[in-house]
């Protein structure tokens, strides 16, 4: 078994409200050295596969067909096998 770290941004030509208005209640707290916030979204999973090849063809699929925009948003992932 594994357990899948996934990490989705927004691709940096996307423009990302979110990040902004994060970043605009920052400056509002006094917190004016911040700059170009961009918000993402991480998700942990378990994949029950011995396999890690095949763990990864599953991680991608999972991605690229239900947890990523492609259009949009990149994703990048890590594998970790839980014994």
Known sequence: MFKA???IKRRPSILDPQG???EKG???LGLTNIRNTRIGKY???DVLS???QEAEKEVNDY???LLANPIMEDYEFTLEEVK
Do not use: L
Request: hydrophobic share 40%; net charge positive; glycine share 0%.
């Open 26 to 28: 920052a400056q509002h």
């Open 43 to 45: 998700i942990e999973f």
């Open 20 to 22: 902004k208005a994060v």
């Open 50 to 52: 011995d396999n890690r």
């Open 63 to 65: 991605c690229n067909k």
């Open 5 to 7: 770290k996934v990490i």
